[in-house]
């Protein structure tokens, strides 16, 4: 090999916080090695907003990658199970841990906007319950930085087994005092008993029915119009509904829906018309009426039959022979 210059090589997956030795290896003409250098990795920190709006907390551990990092709201989260008198002023946070070796222990450094203080807890919700995971803290005397230590798979790892990733949906938190229910009330020494007012009768119910119908015309023609008329009344004390059917040849042609006051009449009205010839059967609840349609043009005389007409014209033709015999007779008698 005869060239000369810089050479780079990037790589990752390192540890933070971790020195790391090396050495250049030549192969070409013969194999040769550089001089021995190193480089201590920088501990990542990640930053998140907190849920409660109080400023930016950041997060680094001494192994593997923080994946994932999110601010959890308090109010998200149910109240079941939930110790008295614990709140999280700076909410809560969800992250996963990666990249480590299965059953790893990771410290995980957690600075927060704002000195917490001491003797403060440390609660997850995992799988449907509130867990304490206070023994998990470490540095926590009065200011705002906390360290957790976490196994991966123990107390804390949200899905329990030792894989690799730790899932970590938790927060730091502080206790107050539970205030004591307040006392109840003396009763004032001046109030008067007030006696329950007695029960009100009740009512009777709505009795609402159909009194009758009448149909205007009985007879009419084709396209003329026809009136319905029912006649509701209400024999009870309290007012009432009913819902009014008109079928016509058995079947519902309109309906209405009335409101009866106790003691009244309430008449329902419908207009109908017919395009076609026939006798047409009326039914509103029980009671029953009809009418008769005719084609256009037709009259009440053309009822008569075929041997009323043949009689009449018969009638008129003997009335007209009778005067003809009379003028005979008159002028025969003349001569």
């Not at 009671?287 to 005719?294: D, H, L, N, R, W």
């Not at 037709?298 to 009778?322: F, N, P, Q, T």
Request: with cysteine.
């Amino acid at each position: 090999m005869n060239t000369t210059g810089h050479f780079s090589f990037a790589l990752g997956g390192l540890t933070p916080d971790t020195t790391y030795y090396f050495r250049a290896k030549a192969v070409g003409d013969g194999t040769s090695f550089g001089a021995e250098r190193n480089v201590t990795t920088s501990g990542a920190s990640y930053p998140v907003a907190t849920a409660t709006g109080t400023g930016t907390a950041t997060f680094s551990s001494d192994l593997g990658n923080i994946t994932d990092l999110t601010a959890v709201a308090e109010g998200t989260l149910p109240t079941a199970g939930k110790p008295d008198g614990v709140t999280f002023p700076h909410g809560l946070f969800s992250f996963n841990i990666t990249g480590i070796t299965v059953g790893s222990t990771v410290t995980v450094t957690i600075t927060l906007p704002s000195a917490i203080p001491a003797a403060a807890q440390y609660w997850k919700y995992q799988n449907g319950q509130w867990i304490d995971c206070t023994s998990l803290l470490g540095d926590d005397d009065d200011d705002n930085v906390l360290t957790l230590t976490i196994t991966d798979g123990g107390l804390g790892d949200a899905d329990g087994v030792a894989n690799g990733t730790i899932i970590d949906p938790g927060g730091p938190a502080v206790v107050g005092v539970v205030p004591p229910p307040p006392p109840p009330a003396p009763p004032t020494p001046s109030a008067r008993r007030v006696s329950p007012s007695p029960p009100q009768p009740q009512l009777p119910p709505a009795d609402v029915r159909l009194r009758s119908i009448s149909v205007s015309p009985s007879q009419t023609q084709t396209g003329q119009p026809v009136t319905i008329l029912a006649n509701m009344v209400n024999s009870g004390a309290s007012s009432g509904s009913y819902n009014v059917a008109l079928r016509i040849n058995g079947r519902v042609e309109q309906q209405r829906t009335i409101e009866v006051s106790p003691g009244a009449a309430y008449p329902v009205k419908f207009i109908v018309t017919k395009s076609q010839p026939g006798t047409y059967t009326v039914n509103i609840g029980d009671q029953k009426s009809s009418f008769i349609v005719t084609g256009a043009g037709s009259r009440l005389g053309e009822g008569m039959d075929e041997g009323l007409l043949l009689a009449v014209a018969i009638a008129a033709i003997a009335i007209l022979l009778g005067l003809l015999v009379v003028i005979a007779r008159r002028r025969i008698q003349g001569y």
